[in-house]
């Protein structure tokens, strides 16, 4: 919708000129690419680590620190895989191995630990088949 003035008549607004740069003043210097992606790498960044991590003799966490972004990158990724390496060791998981979709495939079912306690009790008790009489010794 154009801008009219108060007696209907379309009014256009003039655009601002755009000013030349001086010849004798020269344009400013922009840093090439790889330049500034090694800029930004060797900014100091603040991170907030979980454990210690040792770095060429150098402690750095647990808690926050200030690194170069290179640097805080890959102690967040250690960070990380060590947290995944506790959970796995330390936490209490269960799993059920079956047949798999695929001929000699496998697939791996996680249950509760729980399962295996409730359904313990209801299978034979633990022993030895012995092949040549097929007959069952308790332990």
């Known amino acids: ?77 250690q960070d990380r895989r060590a947290a995944v390496g506790d959970a796995n060791f330390a936490g209490t998981k269960a799993c059920v191995v079956g047949p798999g979709r695929q001929k000699g495939a496998l697939s791996v079912t996680e249950v509760a630990p729980e399962f295996f306690d409730s359904s313990a009790l209801s299978v034979l008790p633990f022993g030895v088949v012995d092949r040549a009489t097929a ?4 332990n």
């Open 1 to 77: 919708m154009p801008l009219v003035d108060q007696f209907g008549h379309p009014v256009s607004v003039p655009r601002p000129k755009k000013s030349k740069r001086p010849k004798n003043k020269p344009a400013p210097r922009r840093a090439p690419k790889g330049e500034r992606a090694h800029i930004l790498s060797i900014q100091p960044v603040r991170i907030v680590l979980r454990a210690q991590h040792t770095v060429n003799g150098e402690p750095y966490g647990p808690g926050p620190v200030v690194v170069k972004r290179e640097l805080a990158n890959a102690l967040l990724e």
């Open 135 to 138: 007959q069952f010794k308790p």
